[in-house]
């Protein structure tokens, strides 16, 4: 599976942003698929996952606020971001496994895509 990560930017705190991951290959529809992040100086975190049967789960951070979503006949999963904070800001990877849970460490990864949270 190849992951291309798209959709970043600069936005003001309380701003939304909506992330694009667009997949290869005719298995995607099988894959669990999930978003992480990392800001400087801190480790790889999970933000959002959502299995092959739909099932989603977010962390504690972005719950409420984030939603992820996919399109199978499009081979694509999304990552509707609103209200913004500073501390949101990271660069964010789409990542591809059978199954994705906060804890995993996904086989596949995307390039990241920068998002910025001004104040």
């Known amino acids: 599976v190849q992951l291309q990560a798209s959709g970043g930017g600069l936005v003001q705190a309380g701003g939304s942003l909506r992330l694009s991951c667009a997949a290869s290959g005719r298995t995607f529809r099988t894959y669990g698929m999930g978003w992480f992040r990392q800001a400087p100086g801190k480790e790889r975190e999970f933000v959002a996952c959502v299995w092959n049967v739909g099932l989603t789960y977010y962390s504690d951070d972005v719950r409420g606020r984030f939603h992820i979503s996919r399109d199978n006949a499009k081979n694509m999963v999304y990552l509707q971001m609103n209200s913004l904070k500073p501390e949101d800001t990271a660069v964010y990877y789409c990542?591809?496994?059978?199954?994705?849970?906060?804890?995993?460490?996904?086989?596949?990864w995307g390039l990241g895509t920068q998002v910025t949270v001004s104040s």
């Open positions: 990542a591809a496994d059978s199954v994705i849970l906060p804890t995993s460490k996904p086989r596949y």
